[in-house]
């Protein structure tokens, strides 16, 4: 004789809740991981698109340099030494930086400047003055001019004057040739090259 096992019904309901929470539970965490895993591919896509040149980027900088971490490292001890020896206080880079403006500033220098004076018996007296006015840096010099004063024998002013030559740029001149008329007999002269 054969005996059945019998299973109770209680026992089978109790199976069947359990395989039904079962595969319920997994259904749910298959569909929160699936959304866990596009939020990823949504900032992993993102992230692709704002770095994509980053890839690019490294492949031409691997193309054209192709030392080696020794020579690197060679390198940047060169450099760490140069500076260790070159190092310059704020002083010192002050006083270097105050040639350079110097050397760039407009520098006026004037180039065969004659002074030819003219005093007829009849006629009106001048002085002719011509040559040029160099400016031998590299900033334009503004609202060039030449005063001019005329003295008699005694150091008397007899005639007050200026000369203007406008701008004069950087390395280039401006030509001079002027007459200037005075009254009387003109001992001596001084004159001075000005720009703002």
């Not at 965490?29 to 699936?34: H, K």
């Not at 407009?106 to 018996?121: G, I, R, T």
């Not at 005063?147 to 030559?165: A, E």
Request: hydrophobic letters at 35%; charged letters at 15%.
């Amino acid at each position: 004789m054969s005996e059945k096992k019998v299973v109770s019904r209680k026992v089978v309901i109790a199976l069947g809740i359990i395989y039904m929470i079962t595969v319920v539970g997994l259904v749910g965490a298959i569909v929160n991981y699936t959304r866990i895993i596009a939020d990823k591919d949504a900032i992993y896509n993102s992230y692709v698109a704002t770095h994509s040149h980053t890839n690019d980027e490294y492949d031409n900088y691997v193309s054209t340099h192709h030392h080696t971490d020794f020579e690197y490292n060679s390198l940047l001890s060169n450099y760490n030494s140069y500076v260790a020896s070159h190092s310059h206080t704020d002083s010192e880079f002050n006083q270097l930086q105050s040639q350079i403006n110097s050397l760039r500033a407009a520098q006026l220098h004037e180039v065969n400047l004659k002074w030819d004076f003219y005093e007829p018996w009849l006629g009106g007296h001048y002085v002719h003055i011509y040559g040029a006015i160099f400016n031998s840096g590299t900033n334009t010099a503004y609202d060039v001019r030449i005063n001019v004063l005329l003295y008699d024998s005694n150091g008397v002013l007899i005639k007050s004057s200026t000369i203007m030559l406008g701008n004069i740029n950087g390395k280039s001149y401006q030509n001079v040739d002027t007459n200037i008329d005075y009254s009387g007999h003109c001992e001596t002269y001084s004159y001075q090259i000005v720009h703002s």
